[in-house]
């Protein structure tokens, strides 16, 4: 269930879906042409449990959603409850593709993805696995395509959950595993709206290369400092 996958916290679903959206739009609007109205969307739901991201926010915003989780009756409760989902939107907004393994073990296709959605599962994986996968997952994404890692954080260092054998990384931590990744943060935001005894929760969308328009914008200002010859 929700709360299930979201350790009790079942009713942090809509106030995380709501930040999730909103930063979508967004990247979205800022990093596609006409927002991507016009092209076939492709989104990786990465660790998707049951499907919950998927079916509350992914399938209104993408053609096409593929589901990876290793847990086999996460997995096959999402297929179920999205068989529904699937039937009612005439194909054009499906999941289609649901892949039982870890992130450590995965490698996408080439250039089937707009966007790739990492939330609150990389955890589980060590820091060499974490660059691993995103150096292979990079080569999944479309030109112009973008990660979103959407993540716990530690006020510094880290903090080790031995319980679920996962670990809790803080925000500079995650700035030097997407600099080893080789990855660009073009935008983060902090999630609003969550019980104050939980972690604190960021999102980070990641580009391969810098996007243009951020190349743009900053030329324009150093064309504008004083002292430059224009
Ligand atoms: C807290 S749940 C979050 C599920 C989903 N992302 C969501 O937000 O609803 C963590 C998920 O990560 C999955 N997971 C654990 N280890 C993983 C790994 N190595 N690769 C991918 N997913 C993993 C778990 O099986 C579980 O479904």
Same mark, same amino acid.
């Given at each position: ?11 942090? +679903? ?31 739901? $990465?660790?998707?449990?049951?499907? =919950?991201?998927?079916?509350n %926010?992914?399938?209104? /915003?993408?053609?096409?959603?593929? &589901?990876l989780? *290793?847990?086999?009756h ?7 409850? %999205?068989v529904?989902? +699937?039937?009612?939107?005439?194909? #054009? ?5 649901? /892949?039982?393994?870890? &992130?450590?073990?995965?490698? *996408?296709?080439?250039? =089937? ?6 939330q609150? $599962?990389?955890?589980? %994986? ?8 995103? +150096?292979?997952? @990079?080569?999944? &994404? !479309?030109?112009?395509?973008f990660?979103? &890692? @959407?993540?716990?954080?530690? =006020?510094?260092?880290?903090? %080790? ?19 080893? $990744? ?6 983060? =935001?902090?999630?609003?709206?969550? *019980? !104050? #005894? ?6 980070y ?6 996007? !243009?328009r951020?190349? !743009?914008a900053?030329?324009k200002?150093?064309?504008?400092? *004083?002292?430059?010859?224009?």
């Amino acid at each position: 269930s929700v709360n299930g996958v979201l350790g009790g916290y079942g009713h942090v +679903n809509d106030a995380d879906v709501k930040g999730s959206e909103g930063f979508l739009q967004t990247l979205l609007a800022e990093l596609f042409v006409d927002g991507g109205i016009d092209r076939h969307l492709v989104a990786l739901d $990465c660790g998707s449990g049951i499907g =919950r991201i998927t079916k509350n %926010l992914l399938i209104r /915003y993408f053609n096409e959603v593929d &589901l990876l989780e *290793p847990v086999l009756h996460f997995l096959d409760a999402a297929r179920e409850s %999205l068989v529904q989902e +699937n039937h009612m939107a005439l194909d #054009e907004h499906k999941a289609t593709n649901f /892949y039982c393994v870890p &992130l450590q073990e995965f490698t *996408p296709d080439v250039g =089937r993805y707009d966007v790739i959605w990492v939330q609150w $599962c990389i955890g589980h %994986l060590t820091d060499d696995d974490f660059v691993s996968f995103f +150096n292979r997952a @990079k080569i999944g &994404l !479309k030109p112009g395509g973008f990660f979103v &890692l @959407k993540e716990n954080l530690a =006020r510094s260092g880290f903090v %080790l959950d031995k319980d679920d054998r996962s670990i809790t990384r803080s925000d500079s931590y995650f700035k030097g595993l997407f600099s080893r $990744c080789g990855l660009h943060l073009y935008k983060s =935001r902090e999630q609003k709206g969550l *019980p !104050k #005894e939980l972690f604190a929760v960021k999102m980070y969308a990641l580009t391969t290369d810098i996007p !243009k328009r951020v190349i !743009k914008a900053r030329s324009k200002v150093q064309a504008n400092r *004083p002292g430059i010859i224009k």
